[in-house]
């Protein structure tokens, strides 16, 4: 069979594997930890529900325009405004079928082939392989603990080519938790700017950050920056909606207008009810936010004092966002339960097969030394799934 080399090229989603192999091993009957997938596991709040059951029976349920409801882009115009300090008219934002559409369609609108994005890594696992559906290049900037995961300006700079086309920012990060500060993106903002770069401003852990910590959108930077950024954003991680799917961008109209274009003849409009049921989310009480907020920062807090508890483990405190990244390269080389640890993929092997504990591979995200565990679970999980974690690497 002569089948696309393009989609051969795409490798499967590592966190919705993960996700889907621990379900199926719980709905059969494993005890299994689950500190993969990177979704809320409060439920999604009444009121919202409540909107959606409206809108069936009020028989919302034909065709939309392609790119959104007015009401729902005039209340996403509104939380710009209220939560970020931008001024967006409707004709600027495209609703989606989720903030991975957003950013879909996003790289479909702005690159040519071989046009390069760079991207700092560890990253989220989606991000290299939508660049490279849009037949563009994903160049990564490697960062470290020591720099807080961040990439700074003059890193990026060095990775310059005529051929780079746009920059993704994703603040607080999926998969490190890191929160970039209004002087960082600046720098970047002067950069992106003297050399005409857009940038893909990925915002959707926007509400999920702790310490004290501030979300700056880098489009509110300058009137300049603002023309050639592309913002991400959606109702998945705010407000437990991660099967709804609906996510949007804020851009110029030029791009809006592309994105939506081509999302009219690939999808059509996001779903009728769950836009109802977003409009509902954003423009109503935001009390399930500051809940979500509480619990993630106590589960973090043990997590991270846990993790630096265990011998051969280790790890930094993440700010925003509900992921820890585990440092285990004291333990590559060595052998876990009777098994060589290379990377990455065999620790999370191991610990799925002996101790049913389901985490992330750093392999996914470019970073071998580390996995992910999401503490969008129970304390009690939490705990359990360490403990047990400690236990096989005490043996
Ligand atoms: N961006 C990041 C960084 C994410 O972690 C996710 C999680 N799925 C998304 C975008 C996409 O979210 P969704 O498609 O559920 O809106
Ligand atoms: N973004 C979440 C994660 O990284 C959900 C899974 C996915 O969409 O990839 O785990």
Redesign the pocket.
Known sequence: MNLSKKGLSISPSSTLAIDAKAKKMKAEGLDVIGFGA?EPDFDTPEHIKKAAIAAIEGGFTKYTPASGILDLKKAICDKFKQDNGLDYTPAQIVVSN????S?VNTFQAICNPGDEVIIPAPY?VSYPEMVKMADAVPVFVPTTEESGFKFTAEQIKAALTPKTKAIII?SPS?PTGMIYSQAELAEIADLAVAHGLFIVS?E??EKLIYDGYKHVSIASINDKIKQQTII?N?V??TYAM?GW?I?YTASSPEIAKIMSNMQSHATSNPNSIAQKAALAAISGDQGIVATMVAAFIERRNYMVKKINSIPGLSCVTPNGAFYVMMNISQLIGSEVAGRKINGSDDFADVLLEKVQVALVPGSGFGIDSHVRLSYATSLENITKGLERIEALLKK
């Open positions: 990177g989720g903030a991975k559409h950013l989220w994703n999926n990925d959707i852990y991400v959606g998945s991680k991660t799917r996510g």
